[in-house]
């Protein structure tokens, strides 16, 4: 529908109102304080501290450092080290997987997914952050008009039955944010927030479940099938399944906790029958922690 990206966002817009704009993170606050305009030019330190980084596809041609990339074959941008700290991407799963929700009428996973990462979004750019999606897809930028750039990424669909982070394009030292089901294959989860790690990149992992994949509420004749329509079970007693599925939840659960503790990153599950604004919350105080 021509209309999802505006409809999407005024959802949005309406679960933002009533909290507060995201502050910076209260140590780039004080090391800007600190050094003013004129920061020593040493790592880490600073407003005026520039990190090389090789440029990639979206970097405008005035952003490269043209001196730096003559030393080299390669051409290189700086980054200020404030700009590295006040960005944020995002990576929401809107593989099939995703399209589950168990009540008629109600959410989908995917659905409460796109509202929770635009709201996010909003609350971030108000407080002057800058925002994007991981996968090269969207840059970090700030502005009104990223708000809309992020609407219209947001409502589009991946074409997998089950999504894998990405990690392309994200910046070190950045904040992260990773939205999914983790349905899928949990090695490619794993890997990917390793290397977010590795990069000093910090964030929370956000477990979107609809309330019948918590609850297993299914008895008797039951056939299962993936919403890609590629996987189908079909079983004449379902409620023996259910300790085993449960059990298997759980191991989930606790290897993206055991992960997020190994990384520095935080942790929760949210679902889709449970009021929005809470996790919303969770998620702004979550990206204000740095470490």
Not at 36 to 44: I, K, L
Not at 163 to 192: K, W
């Amino acid at each position: 529908m021509t209309d999802a990206p505006a409809t999407l966002r005024a959802g949005a817009e309406a679960l933002a109102a009533p909290l507060p704009p995201l502050l910076a993170a209260a140590e780039h606050l004080a090391t800007t304080v600190i050094l003013g305009d004129h920061g020593r030019r040493r790592a880490g330190l600073g407003d005026d501290f520039w990190q090389y980084r090789p440029a990639m596809p979206f970097d405008d041609a005035r952003s490269i450092d043209w001196r730096r990339s003559a030393r080299s074959d390669a051409a290189f941008v700086q980054d200020k080290e404030w700009q590295v700290a006040q960005s944020v991407v995002f990576w929401v799963d809107l593989a099939a997987s995703m399209s589950f929700g168990s009540v008629k009428g109600g959410p989908t996973k995917a659905d409460r997914a796109r509202l929770l990462a635009l709201a996010a979004t909003i609350l971030l750019i108000r407080g002057g952050e800058r925002v994007g999606l991981t996968g090269l897809r969207l840059p970090p930028r700030r502005g009104t008009a990223q708000i809309a750039r992020m609407a219209d990424r947001l409502a589009e669909d991946a074409p997998t039955d089950y999504g894998q982070p990405e990690t392309e394009g994200m910046l070190a030292h950045s904040r992260a944010v990773f939205m999914s089901d983790f349905m899928g294959n949990m090695d490619a989860a794993e890997e990917a927030l390793l290397r977010a790690a590795d990069r000093d990149v910090h964030g929370v992992i956000l477990q979107v479940l609809d309330p019948a994949e918590e609850a297993f509420p299914y008895d008797g004749r039951t056939i299962f099938e993936s919403m890609g329509g590629g996987v189908t079970h079909e079983t004449l007693k379902a409620g023996e399944l259910r300790a085993r599925y449960l059990d298997r939840l759980a191991e989930r659960k606790d290897r993206l906790a055991g992960l997020a503790r190994t990384t520095g990153w935080l942790y929760s599950t949210h679902h889709t029958g449970d009021p929005a604004a809470g996790a919303l919350q969770w998620l702004y105080r979550g990206l204000e922690r740095r470490g």
